[in-house]
């Protein structure tokens, strides 16, 4: 038998559940409970007042922010979310239209200047029929991918490898971003 070491995840699994940092998302990819019930998941982690280091909020504006997924598919995998909370691309107004593919697009070049991927996957789960974990406020996945990843380990053992930290990847995608966007 082969064993995977990744001991890097124990303090996420022994983390304090009530902070915000582990209501990202939880293992199942549900919601966690600790949010207000009139909050949402990513509105709950913007007004934690926690620091950008331990919600892993990557960049922020008045009204997009993009933050690491918690439990990526890849190193890099962040999430743009606009500030204001709706489930649907039309309930955007313009001004935040703009501002949201404008963070996709900078996201885009942050990650493939922190990792050189072969390629990256856009995706957003719109409606619970598209299945996304969190329904009630819109995000946009930027997921970088390599010619050598197949995800055949989450295909055989239900497993996800990860090279590396998330905060070692939320300081590589610090440093990466672009410089005609700023960070609040």
Known sequence: MECLWAGWRIPAMRADRATVEESHLTSSGTAATTQKSDQTLFDAILASGLPDDQTYIVWCSELVCVLLNRYPYTVGHVLVIPCRAVDQLEDLDQTEYIA?????????????????????????????????????????????????DTNFMSAVANVRVLPRTLQDTWKSLRESWPTDATVN
């Not at 593919?101 to 719109?126: C, M, R, Y």
């Not at 029929?129 to 050598?148: E, Q």
């Open 100 to 148: 949201l593919w404008e963070a996709v697009q900078h996201s885009v070049i942050a990650i493939k200047t922190a990792f050189s991927p072969d390629g990256i996957n856009l995706g957003a789960n719109i409606g619970k029929g598209a299945g996304p974990s969190v329904t009630n406020h819109l995000h946009i996945h930027v997921v970088p991918r390599w010619k050598s």
